[in-house]
């Protein structure tokens, strides 16, 4: 069966096509610069890669495109030859705490969550809606960035502030990344031979985004990101933790609106605000010819990710291991060595050869006798939404 991915963001459409169970994937891409003047049109498939650049009006229009390309290049006759359609949905609130198919009720509590993410439900929903003015009758699932952490209990999830803002206006904690989350926590557990019961184990999703997660018998308990992903750790332009304080500081005194505060947390701060860049190798080459800023922004990063281990070990009580994933958790060997280095206490200690080694394999990368397993294993969130849309259309 052929099971669509779809990532829908305000201007661009990420696709991935698979055969199911199987797992292969048959054909994925990028339509990017949705509604402007040209738009550009990405496909690796089992061929040469296929790219364009043209107007797509919205993503209905990429949709369409789609369609028609695909047969094009033998990688599916029509939308209709589909088994169903997976979406990456960010916010489910409180009401989805599980991969739902999507019908006019669930349509419609995606889209009462907008004021919960303005940024992202109302894409996500452009691409619900797009798919289902091309083909109506074919099944589709929500799969929610939030609902893997819907099993943290209230002491993790709620935040301390008046009883009402939670009651009437849902301000608590819901995290995001989930769906990573899960999929590394799930694949460490099968490693560890605890495939049934779930590892205890602290997640770090180190991309773009960023977030911790403490696991415990394959379930969230506590994760850094908030009522929305601004909270937690560094992140490439987030500011994560700060004093809610600043915020008013520079309304008064630095005279900013709420839209340039808000605007300045999460586009402006993180690694770029500290060192002009949001990319973690041009930090690291920037901190290795020298550069103060970057060795700055590189230390913050760093000092953070041991802040909030440290925190979810004593959370969790026990830890199997560490797992590290993302771009950065995957790929950057010094950023996992020097949060490894200050984990001591907990009795970590690194292969210095295995963090070094450039795999793409899920590996461990402790030495022989650390009290805890250092994991590296690289996310599939794509992956997981195809198994779940896949799971609940053959139920
Ligand atoms: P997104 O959150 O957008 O999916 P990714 O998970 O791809 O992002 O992560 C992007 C981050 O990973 C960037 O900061 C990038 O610099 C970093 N990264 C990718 N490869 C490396 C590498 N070899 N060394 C250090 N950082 C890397």
Known sequence: MKILVLNSGSSSLKFKLYEMPSKKVLAQGLVERIGEERSLIHLRYDGPTYESSEP??????????????????????????????????????????????????????????????????????????????????????????????????????????????????????????????????????????????????????????????????????????????????????????????????????GGLSSEEVDKALNKASGLLGLAGSNDMRSIQEKMNAGDAAAKLAFDVFVHRLVKYVGAYAAVLGRLDALVFTGGIGEHSAPVRRAVCERLGILGIALDPAANEAERSDARAIHAQGSAVDVWVIPTDEEGVIAEETYRLVTA
Request: hydrophobic fraction near 40%; aromatic fraction near 8%; glycine fraction near 10%.
């Open 56 to 253: 797509v009006h919205d993503h209905r229009h990429a949709l369409e495109i789609l369609e028609k390309i695909f047969p094009r290049f033998g990688i599916l006759p029509s939308f209709k030859e589909l088994g169903g359609v997976g979406h990456r949905v960010v916010h489910g609130g409180e009401s989805f705490t599980a991969p739902t198919l999507i019908d006019a009720t669930v349509r419609s509590a995606i889209k009462a969550l907008i004021p919960l993410a303005p940024l992202h439900n109302p894409a996500n929903l452009m691409g619900i809606d797009a798919f289902t003015a091309l083909a109506p009758e074919t099944p589709q699932v929500a799969v929610f960035d939030t609902a893997f952490h819907q099993s943290m209990p209230p002491e993790a999830f709620r935040y301390a502030l008046p009883q009402s803002w939670y009651t009437q206006r849902q301000v608590r904690r819901y995290g995001f990344h989930g769906t990573s989350h899960y999929y590394v926590s799930r694949e460490l557990a099968k490693h560890l031979g605890k495939g049934d019961s779930g590892a205890d184990c602290i997640t770090l999703h180190l991309g773009n985004g960023a977030s911790a997660c403490a696991v415990r018998g394959g379930q969230s308990v506590e994760t850094s990101m908030g009522l929305t992903p601004l909270e937690g750790l560094v992140m490439g332009t987030r500011s994560g933790d700060i004093d809610p304080a600043i915020v008013f500081y520079m309304q008064e005194n």
